[in-house]
């Protein structure tokens, strides 16, 4: 079985190679290909990959290279992790927004906006160069914005699956707190990418004891820490959000926090350069402990589960994943998006049902897709006006001047990544 990593060259990489070398009788992997157009990071990367190959035993081969083509050829499937404009144009999504009193962050509001902007002709180009090399390699996202990306591959026809480590890392720490295995725990998760609620948390399987009572009563205080979410957040709502959930119930706060501390983008900067330089250590064979800091706990594993089952090896037969909607969610079209539960073997993945949604939850979740369907437009069509439209619409925007102050300043801030701005 041979894969390929889009996006090998990021400090990301050694925690999916130590997923791919624990978990190699899940998902075994005889070719592992690192592609990368950083030439000077891949090396790093791929020295310790090979590295951590070694040290448990892995006997699949790990080659790097900068040519997308020769390395996506032959591919059964395709991660894609890609970061277009690196972690400088992050700092910019992180800043800008903040200028006008919105929250600066990558994946939502108006940075989640640029980032997309960014990042679905690039792929959309991958993937095109994928399908004439091997169209019957399976798509697997974990790029963000997840969801918007992820529609792009699946509005073009491409064998595409989108994968984001929320649900796993939540259900970790659940099982963490309810001393209970990870394996037993079945969430209820439903929403789109970065914009999910738990609605139950099953012990063992979609049909099984709902221990989410239990959990916030006996533990709701250290959920909403994790989540930096008040306790009245989960006592009103009665279930558990997504700790991305806090830009729109604590929007204000979070900007004024954002405001007092340097940005994610800077920390995660600063520490990719430490990660890098321990990545050159030819003594180190294993992922560093400071890599858990870096964002991306257990990606690993839902990657290696989630891949498995495209392939039909193994896997889960039940994993959360961003997919079409095809009447799931019957407020939405056919065509979005949504992050949900879902069977997946090798034709792909079939959402699970979801019981009606309360409309707390069902509104936002119709407004934000709304919001992605003209952030989509924009990405694929350009132009200011649509740019404007998109973030008009978008729930933590909303005013039109506001939203003509954040279009001039998103295309100041990209006009080197946007061929027609």
Same mark, same amino acid.
């Given at each position: ?42 090396? =790093? ?71 997309? =902007? ?58 963490? $707190? %309810? ?131 495209? =392939? ?11 997919? $079409? ?34 409309? $707390? ?34 729930? %933590? ?20 990544? =946007?061929?027609?701005?």
């Amino acid at each position: 079985m041979k894969l390929a990593v889009v996006g090998g060259g990021s400090t990301y990489t050694p925690e999916l190679i130590d997923g791919f070398a624990r978990l190699r009788d899940t998902l075994p992997i005889s070719e592992l290909v690192l592609i990368d157009p950083a030439a000077d990071r891949l090396e =790093l990367v791929g020295g310790l990959a090979r590295r951590i190959f070694a040290r448990q035993g892995h006997p699949g081969t790990i080659t790097t290279t900068s040519d997308l083509d020769a390395g996506v050829a032959d591919a059964d499937a395709v991660l894609l992790q890609l970061r277009v404009g690196g972690q400088a144009a992050r700092q910019q999504d992180e800043t800008w927004p903040l200028e006008c009193g919105c929250v600066g962050q990558e994946t939502t509001g108006a940075g989640g906006l640029a980032k997309a =902007l960014r990042t679905v002709p690039v792929v959309l180009d991958i993937a095109e160069r994928v399908r004439r090399t091997n169209p019957n390699a399976w798509i697997i996202d974990f790029t963000n914005p997840v969801g918007i990306v992820t529609r792009a591959l699946l509005r073009a026809g491409h064998k595409a699956v989108g994968l984001c480590n929320v649900a796993i890392t939540l259900q970790r720490q659940f099982a963490s $707190l %309810l001393d209970v295995p990870p394996g037993e725990l079945h969430l209820d998760h439903v929403g789109l990418n970065h914009l999910t609620w738990e609605l139950g948390v099953r012990r063992g399987g979609p049909d099984g004891e709902d221990l989410l009572p239990r959990l916030l009563a006996e533990h709701g205080d250290a959920v909403a820490a994790d989540l930096r979410l008040p306790r009245a957040v989960l006592d009103r709502l009665g279930v558990v959000p997504s700790y991305y959930l806090k830009y729109f119930y604590t929007h204000d706060e979070v900007v004024r926090e954002l405001g007092e501390k340097p940005s994610r983008a800077a920390e995660v900067a600063a520490m990719e350069r430490e990660l890098l330089a321990m990545y050159g250590d030819p003594a180190l064979d294993e992922k560093p402990a400071l890599l858990a800091q870096r964002g991306g706990a257990f990606y690993s594993e839902a990657a290696v589960d989630l891949a498995a089952a495209l =392939l039909g090896d193994g896997g889960s037969p039940v994993q959360v994943v961003n997919t $079409l909607n095809n009447g799931t969610l019957p407020f939405l079209a056919d065509d979005a998006v949504i992050e949900v539960q879902a069977r997946v073997d090798r034709s792909g993945p079939v959402p699970l049902a979801v019981p009606r949604l309360d409309p $707390l939850y069902a509104g936002l979740i119709a407004h934000v897709t709304a919001y992605e369907d003209l952030a989509l437009d924009a990405a694929l069509r350009g132009g200011r006006e649509r740019v404007a439209k998109a973030l008009l619409a978008h729930p %933590l925007v909303g005013q039109f001047d506001l939203a003509e102050g954040l279009t001039d300043r998103l295309l100041a801030h990209n006009k080197e990544h =946007l061929a027609w701005a």
